[in-house]
């Protein structure tokens, strides 16, 4: 059984900053990447941010240049830096795990963590 927990989340006001992390335990093997997606109210879930193992990053090119996506492989933890914060950027923010069950990742399953609510506002 894997365990994916989200902390970090509360109020931030414009221009300000939160803090994420994901921790992740339970039976893996190996964790290949991780990412993080928000769901805003009335909207779909969207991808914020990306990160493999090598550290190679994706951003959502509304996240760009403020968000920065980080990963502690050896603890299973991955963090989310929100920086200039916008009121745009609240959402229910959600860590997505898949965790390759087999050493070639031929059987993936995907995880996902509770959610942790950011409201972003004056």
């Known amino acids: 059984q894997v365990q994916v927990v989200e902390s970090g989340g509360g109020l931030g006001q414009p221009g300000g900053s939160l803090r994420l992390s994901c921790a992740v335990s339970?039976?893996?093997?190996?964790?290949?990447?991780m990412g993080w997606y928000r769901q805003a109210p009335g909207k779909q879930r969207e991808l914020v941010a990306s990160i493999i193992s090598g550290g190679r990053t994706n951003y959502a090119d509304s996240v760009k240049g403020r968000f920065t996506i980080s990963r502690d492989n050896a603890n299973n933890t991955m963090l989310l830096q929100m920086n200039s914060l916008k009121p745009e950027d609240t959402a229910i923010y959600y860590c997505?795990?898949?965790?390759?069950?087999?050493?070639?990742?031929?059987?993936?399953?995907?995880?996902w963590g509770q959610g942790t609510q950011v409201t972003v506002s004056s």
């Open positions: 997505n795990v898949p965790v390759c069950a087999d050493a070639g990742c031929y059987h993936i399953d995907d995880y």
């Open positions: 339970g039976s893996i093997f190996r964790i290949n990447a």
